[in-house]
């Protein structure tokens, strides 16, 4: 063994002897190195094994600006997702429309915008003022039910009884120490200043996202091909293929959707006419309209049919025939029509839908509700066609 002592340092060359290198160091003072196995990285090897650690925190310092920014802006980006998702819906009809028949873009894009703005103003009108008459029966229908010869409204005698004995005694106290109650008024907006208010911001973010959808349509092929010129050839065909898949699965999404909520809609509402239900008209629209939200539209539309028919009712066999009736109907064209006529299967992990309506109707409200499954599908297309991004798509997959 040969060794040289330079600047404190110990190199000990390899011969096929071994040294406890700790317990050699701790006497000694050296630090002692094997030439053979030991290699300083160099300064691009150092620069790659910082970049590589340091990509984990960006991407996820990124992805919660992003996410941030969605819920602040939210009042200007969900017009232009929505906006996106109609003109993806949209965009093979106007294609249709010009090699077919010859019409131009701007012509039918324009007609089938107005048909989409004249579809919700007429949903607005038929729910809107059946909807505000029921706000109002509802409470007082739910308090006919509890008042009567029950357990339930002995049960609540029973606490009204000791709320007005625990009354009595604060007041009969305040009056011994000769104290006058405080009063405190709140002052907060009726549910009708806010609802108006809402609406007013609605209406101004459909304008919005009607006309950037018009525009889409117009110029939007335009505008992607521009974006596509840009990019290196190997990744052409990707964004291509995102947005083709896109199209395709969204259009299937929501045809084979619309086809099947419009029957059980129409069946819905013949039923509530069947057995004397009020506004059967407006419960089948509420119905075939809550189907487009997966599981809690489902959940919603029972509720409802449950509370209407125990108010409007009186036997209770009748009361029944209604929710059963829809809880029957949907789950036979979810589980077995769909799949089975229009060859329509979701392929993402149903646990994965259920979260996304939560977080998208967290972060945006009902619009978010709407939007979770279409936008769900297009993450999953962009998984799909990416390599690096292939691993989450097979976990959310089905």
Same mark, same amino acid.
């Given at each position: 063994m040969r060794s040289r002592h330079g600047e404190g340092r110990l190199t000990v060359f390899n011969t096929g002897l071994e040294f406890p290198g700790q317990l050699f160091s701790r006497y000694t003072g050296f630090i002692m190195e094997d030439q053979s196995t030991n290699k300083e990285p160099t300064g691009e090897n150092k620069r790659l094994l910082i970049s590589s650690d340091l990509a984990t925190p960006i991407y996820g310092l990124f992805g919660l600006g992003i996410l941030y920014t969605l819920y602040v802006a939210h009042q200007i980006v969900l017009p232009i997702i929505l906006a996106v998702m109609t003109s993806l819906?949209?965009?093979?009809?106007?294609?249709?429309?010009?090699?077919?028949?010859?019409?131009?873009?701007?012509?039918?894009?324009?007609?089938?915008?107005?048909?989409v703005l004249a579809g919700i103003v007429g949903i607005t009108l038929a729910v809107a003022t059946p909807a505000l008459k029921w706000v109002e029966e509802v409470p007082q229908g739910i308090s006919r039910l509890l008042v009567g010869e029950s357990e339930i409204s002995r049960q609540i005698a029973r606490v009204s009884e000791s709320a $007005?004995?625990? $009354?009595?005694? +604060?007041e009969e106290l305040s009056e011994s120490e000769r104290q006058q109650p405080t009063t405190v008024v709140l002052q907060t907006d009726s549910w009708r200043n806010q609802?108006?208010? #809402?609406?007013?911001?609605?209406?101004?973010?459909?304008? %919005?996202?009607?006309?950037?959808?018009?525009?889409? %349509?117009?110029?939007? /092929?335009?505008?992607?091909?521009?974006?596509?010129?840009? %990019?290196?050839? /190997?990744?052409?065909?990707? +964004?291509?293929r995102i947005t083709h898949d896109s199209q395709h699965q969204i259009a299937q999404y929501l045809g084979v959707l619309g086809l099947s909520n419009l029957a059980v809609g129409t069946t819905t509402g013949l039923i509530c006419w069947a057995v004397g239900l009020p506004d059967p008209a407006v419960w089948g629209l509420v119905a075939g309209l809550a189907r487009f939200i997966p599981y809690l539209g489902v959940i919603l539309?029972?509720?409802?049919?449950?509370? +209407?028919?125990?108010?409007?009712? /009186? $036997?209770?066999?009748?009361?029944?025939?209604a929710p059963l009736g829809f809880l029957g109907l949907t789950t036979l064209v979810g589980f077995f029509i769909e799949p089975w006529i229009h060859g329509f299967r979701m392929a993402i992990n149903p646990v994965i839908i259920f979260v996304s309506i939560f977080f998208w109707g967290w972060l945006w409200g009902p619009v978010g509700v709407l939007l979770a499954v279409p936008?769900?599908?297009?993450?999953?297309?962009?998984?799909k066609?990416?390599? #690096?991004?292939?691993? +989450?798509?097979?976990v959310i997959a089905r």
């Open positions: 819906l949209l965009s093979p009809l106007v294609k249709k429309a010009y090699v077919k028949w010859r019409v131009p873009r701007m012509i039918s894009s324009l007609v089938f915008v107005l048909l $007005e004995q625990v $009354e009595k005694s +604060v609802l108006m208010t #809402k609406a007013r911001n609605g209406i101004a973010g459909l304008a %919005l996202a009607l006309a950037l959808t018009y525009f889409l %349509l117009v110029s939007g /092929d335009r505008l992607i091909k521009n974006f596509v010129r840009q %990019l290196p050839i /190997d990744q052409r065909k990707t +964004v291509l539309s029972i509720s409802m049919l449950t509370i +209407v028919s125990a108010i409007s009712l /009186d $036997e209770f066999w009748m009361m029944a025939i936008l769900m599908t297009v993450i999953q297309v962009v998984l066609q990416i390599p #690096k991004l292939r691993p +989450v798509y097979k």
